[in-house]
């Protein structure tokens, strides 16, 4: 399996680069979980990290590398998405 060297923006892994295995399209996964064990004993709290580009070429505009920001909120969201389907939406108040 090939990884890629991957910094790491916002929260406790701020500044650190880890490598990340890479999917059969050569892209790292969407959203990246971190159990991090708790020191009394309980459950493990889990750090939410969402793939963002790094940066864009000039020319075409792609993604030139891929960087994780922190998601404090750690969304999970496990339901497939398909193009026609219909956007979340939030009820306004």
Known sequence: ??????????GPMDGRVL???????GHPPKTYRIPV???AGGPPTVLVYQRA?????KRLGLPQGW??????EGK???RLRWPW????TKPST
């Open 1 to 10: 399996m090939k990884s890629e060297d991957t910094p790491f923006e916002g």
């Open 19 to 25: 490598p990340v295995l890479l999917g059969p399209t």
């Open 37 to 39: 064990p708790d020191a």
């Open 53 to 57: 580009p790094r940066g864009h070429s």
């Open 67 to 72: 960087k994780y920001v922190y998601d404090p």
């Open 76 to 78: 999970q969201d496990s």
């Open 85 to 88: 389907s219909t956007p979340d």
